[in-house]
């Protein structure tokens, strides 16, 4: 069996807490695979008896980079609604070319974008001089794909770049998305045990990549500025800007319960629900849009298809048909 835990020190934990974390709350990703998906979900750590949810510390970003645990981080600081970067996922068939593309691209304009390897495409990461407005970030990301013609996720898209920050703002209480924090290790790569990712920038090791993420020339305030002037996002991807992370109840439910959440990928959320493909729809080859089911925010276990799907459809096209109920006799 691989092991992939490296030696991290404390000054290592620094420049990456310097270069990365926007705020204290963080993600932590499921060192075990969900019995049902074999997905590695990130989960939020809870307040317990009355206390604060544990803040990220200077030791637990010496644990991801070890490869002990793996973080997910946040884009935006809730108190001042910027970001230190910009980071743009892409993972679908040819994603790298896109992610190059847009690479090129952002060089013409004097940014130096560090690209961080994925499953089948990668991270683009822009940082900035001094942490920038979430909205500031988004527009100069937005149009400067759109310029290049790229897919951009959300908008009748299902595939295509994400972009974090997802939000333009939070709202009291809110998080945002969370991103994989880079140099740790992945825990649904490849492998059971898991899998890091580096930098196409420098050497594979750790410290090479954090002193070439220390030297990439950051974005000054000015410049983004001059870049968005007279700029604002496109309308049609506000209101996607609203999904928040994950549906809040999702974690709560025990894990042989029968979650449509499994099996769902959510696109977007319409008011007070999450709407997706309706999976019985799509075993006839409908709803290509992916908007048939409507899945609640508040009580994910009640969902509905609006082209009259009965719930035994849906579960017997997930392949979870509903047991009927048996009694003692
Ligand atoms: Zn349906």
Same mark, same amino acid.
């Given at each position: 069996?691989?092991?992939?835990?490296?030696?991290?020190?404390?000054?290592?934990?620094?420049?990456?807490?310097?270069?990365?974390?926007?705020?204290?709350?963080?993600?932590?990703?499921?060192?075990?695979?969900?019995?049902?998906?074999?997905?590695?979900?990130?989960?939020?750590?809870?307040?317990?008896?009355?206390?604060?949810?544990?803040?990220?510390?200077?030791?637990?970003?010496?644990?991801?980079?070890?490869?002990?645990?793996?973080?997910?981080?946040?884009?935006?600081?809730?108190?001042?609604?910027?970001?230190?970067?910009?980071?743009?996922?892409?993972?679908?068939?040819?994603?790298?070319?896109?992610?190059?593309?847009?690479?090129?691209?952002?060089?013409?304009?004097?940014?130096?974008?560090?690209?961080?390897?994925?499953?089948?495409?990668?991270?683009?990461?822009?940082?900035?001089? %001094?942490?920038?407005?979430?909205?500031?970030?988004?527009?100069?990301?937005?149009?400067?794909?759109?310029?290049?013609?790229?897919?951009?996720?959300?908008?009748?898209?299902?595939?295509?770049?994400?972009?974090?920050?997802?939000?333009?703002?939070?709202?009291?209480?809110?998080?945002?998305?969370?991103?994989?924090?880079?140099?740790?290790?992945?825990?649904?790569?490849?492998?059971?045990?898991?899998?890091?990712?580096?930098?196409?920038?420098?050497?594979?090791?750790?410290?090479?990549?954090?002193?070439?993420?220390?030297?990439?020339?950051?974005?000054?305030?000015?410049?983004?500025?001059?870049?968005?002037?007279?700029?604002?996002?496109?309308?049609?991807?506000? %209101?996607?800007?609203?999904?928040?992370?994950?549906?809040?109840?999702?974690?709560?439910?025990?894990?042989?319960?029968?979650?449509?959440?499994?099996?769902?990928?959510?696109?977007?959320?319409?008011?007070?629900?999450?709407?997706?493909?309706?999976?019985?729809?799509?075993?006839?080859?409908?709803?290509?849009?992916?908007?048939?089911?409507?899945?609640?925010?508040?009580?994910?276990?009640?969902?509905?298809?609006?082209?009259?799907?009965?719930?035994?459809?849906?579960?017997?096209?997930?392949?979870?048909?509903?047991?009927?109920?048996?009694?003692?006799?």
């Amino acid at each position: 069996m691989r092991d992939h835990r490296l030696h991290a020190t404390a000054s290592m934990a620094e420049s990456f807490y310097r270069i990365f974390v926007n705020r204290r709350a963080y993600t932590l990703q499921s060192t075990r695979p969900h019995p049902d998906t074999g997905r590695h979900y990130y989960y939020r750590l809870k307040a317990r008896g009355g206390e604060a949810p544990p803040a990220l510390g200077l030791e637990t970003v010496q644990q991801h980079l070890a490869g002990e645990l793996t973080l997910g981080i946040y884009a935006i600081n809730p108190h001042t609604q910027r970001s230190k970067w910009v980071a743009i996922d892409a993972d679908y068939k040819n994603a790298l070319v896109d992610l190059v593309n847009l690479q090129h691209e952002l060089q013409q304009d004097g940014v130096e974008p560090a690209l961080e390897k994925s499953n089948r495409g990668g991270h683009l990461w822009i940082f900035f001089e %001094q942490p920038a407005l979430a909205r500031d970030c988004r527009v100069y990301i937005y149009h400067t794909a759109l310029r290049l013609g790229l897919p951009i996720k959300g908008a009748g898209l299902p595939e295509g770049l994400e972009i974090f920050p997802r939000q333009d703002e939070l709202g009291e209480g809110e998080f945002g998305n969370a991103i994989r924090a880079p140099l740790g290790v992945h825990r649904g790569a490849r492998e059971s045990r898991g899998w890091r990712f580096w930098f196409y920038g420098a050497d594979y090791t750790l410290g090479d990549q954090l002193a070439y993420l220390c030297r990439v020339q950051k974005v000054s305030a000015a410049l983004l500025a001059g870049y968005i002037a007279g700029k604002t996002l496109p309308d049609e991807f506000v %209101q996607h800007a609203k999904r928040p992370e994950a549906p809040k109840h999702y974690f709560s439910s025990p894990a042989k319960e029968f979650r449509i959440l499994d099996y769902v990928h959510v696109e977007r959320q319409v008011g007070r629900n999450w709407i997706g493909r309706c999976p019985s729809c799509a075993a006839a080859n409908r709803d290509r849009s992916g908007d048939n089911l409507a899945i609640s925010v508040e009580a994910p276990r009640k969902y509905i298809c609006w082209a009259g799907c009965t719930k035994e459809m849906i579960r017997i096209a997930v392949g979870r048909p509903i047991q009927e109920k048996r009694y003692e006799l």
